[in-house]
């Protein structure tokens, strides 16, 4: 897997794709291809999408558009109307189709249709007022996440890609002042 999904949702785990938003912003969708590749890890959308140039500009646009509006929402201010018209525009698209088989579920359908379904997992998510929306605790990763924790005592996006991270460093910063104390006396 090349891409994480760890924070609840696919239009989080979207938005995701691009990690130090604020600092120095690094976009794990640089091509066409990448997209494909998101769509294929992806649970909840279909295997086999292929994606244009036109397409995959519509995904990016929605994705900063679902970023903007999941902001917006953790700043508890209103929802930016250019945005909320990009994700109601992608999820009036037609959905993935569904069919089960003794092999299990399987979903069909294009890259719209993908799209489609991740613009309307969003807009499911930021119409939600007892979702808990919340930035992972590392500083620097910016992923956004949904708390579903008991008692929303959750810190990270991942405890793999960041909790262990901030461990570490703390571990490591309490042992060199230990040294530094022992050199000291
Ligand atoms: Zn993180």
Known sequence: MRFAFVSGNPALDLVGTVGSRRDKPVDLLAAPADLEQWVLECD???????????????????????????????????????????????????????????????????????????????????????????????????????????GTRRTWCGMDACGNRVKAAAYRARRQAAEQGRELR
């Not at 799209?115 to 119409?127: C, D, E, F, K, N």
């Open 44 to 150: 909840e959308l279909p295997d086999q999408v292929t994606a244009d140039a036109a397409t995959f500009t519509s995904a990016l646009r929605l994705r900063e558009a679902i970023y903007q509006l999941a902001l917006d929402r953790m700043l508890e201010r209103r929802f930016t109307s250019a945005s909320l018209d990009i994700v109601n525009d992608a999820a009036a698209g037609p959905l993935p189709t569904v069919t089960l088989s003794d092999a299990g579920l399987r979903l069909s359908g294009d890259l719209r249709s993908a799209l489609a379904h991740v613009a309307r997992s969003g807009i499911a998510m930021l119409a939600d007022r007892h979702a808990c929306l919340k930035e992972c605790g590392r500083p620097g990763c910016t992923r956004l996440y949904l708390d579903r924790s008991r």
